[in-house]
């Protein structure tokens, strides 16, 4: 039901532009979505997860953040407690 509607939050901490080029989401299905445009100095984007593109599952998950070099920047794991439809899931 949620398939199409859910989306993830990147955030940018650091004083300088992040370029998406070449960065990419991954589940624990390694299913792969390419990331693409910038994030401004301390602010976020949401990339929002078309239907088919890489799926939330709602029994529970692991989304990675993968650098172009290939190495994981970034994990996070949610049970199937925090997946409820129409939960936000916040991570720090």
Do not use: M
């Not at 994030?39 to 078309?50: A, F």
């Not at 692991?62 to 997946?83: C, D, F, M, W």
């Amino acid at each position: 039901p949620d398939e199409g509607q859910e989306s993830i939050t990147l955030g940018n901490g650091s004083g300088s532009e992040a370029d998406l080029s070449g960065w990419r989401l991954r589940d624990a299905a390694n299913n792969q979505l390419s990331l693409t445009g910038v994030v401004p100095p301390g602010h976020t984007r949401s990339v929002r997860l078309e239907a088919g593109e890489i799926p939330l599952n709602n029994n529970g998950d692991t989304i990675e953040l993968i650098h172009p070099s290939g190495n994981v920047v970034h994990r996070v794991t949610y049970s199937k407690q925090q997946a409820r439809s129409g939960r936000f899931v916040t991570f720090p």
